[in-house]
């Protein structure tokens, strides 16, 4: 399986995480207030500092338990300084190597930044990890970056990658159905109309 090129613990290191915003995820924040609350057993890769992390476990409370997956141990460190606000717990690891406790054990897979992140010739083990993480009928809840590219970040550099909706329906279609998919409504500043929001329930 291919690596991805990126050294993330380098990047956390040196403070340079400027994907990092300081608040969760503004659509999954309108997405809890109002859609519904994910209870259960959570799973959030590459979580970061766990802003998103925090946000799920506040609104599920004592029903729901969320872990934050990072392969770097100084984002995991800096998570677990934050104050909690229930049952999270932050875990530096591989999503691509799961232990065995956590295959097959979760309810809901949060999905933010982690899928653009990747080298994008890693996207089919991505769908694979996450079809593997979840129990049947489990569901993927995502916000994908279809449009991270500008002027000084032309398609083919990156992270991010952007992707469109037929090659996630492509991609996911294996191992998920599509259950839903909308435009968000809030997102991060410059990133509005560039993001698609999908629940995918494992097959």
Avoid at 24 to 51: D, E, M
Avoid at 76 to 104: I, S, W
Avoid at 107 to 120: K, P, R, S, Y
Avoid at 142 to 158: R, S, T
């Amino acid at each position: 399986m291919k690596k991805n090129p990126t050294d993330w613990e380098q990047h956390y290191q040196n403070k340079d995480t400027p994907w990092d915003k300081g608040l969760a995820a503004p659509a999954l924040t309108a997405f809890l207030k109002a859609k519904q609350i994910l209870y259960g057993r959570i799973l959030v890769p590459g979580c970061g500092l766990g802003h998103d992390v925090r946000e799920l476990s506040a609104a599920g409370g004592k029903d729901t338990e969320v872990i934050g997956l990072d392969l770097s141990p100084t984002a995991m460190e800096q998570a677990n300084a934050f104050t909690k606000v229930g049952r999270e717990q932050f875990v530096a690891g591989d999503y691509f190597d799961l232990p065995e406790k956590l295959l097959g054990s979760f309810d809901w897979i949060w999905e933010h930044t982690c899928f653009c992140a990747i080298d994008q010739d890693m996207r089919e083990e991505y769908v694979k990890a996450s079809a593997s993480a979840l129990k049947t009928g489990g569901k993927l809840l995502a916000v994908f970056y279809l449009n991270p590219y500008d002027e000084e970040h032309p398609p083919g550099e990156g992270p991010p990658h952007g992707c469109t909706r037929e090659e996630l329906e492509e991609r996911f279609g294996l191992y998920f159905k599509i259950t839903e998919h909308w435009q968000p409504d809030k997102s991060y500043p410059g990133r509005e109309g560039k993001e698609l929001m999908m629940i995918l329930q494992k097959k």
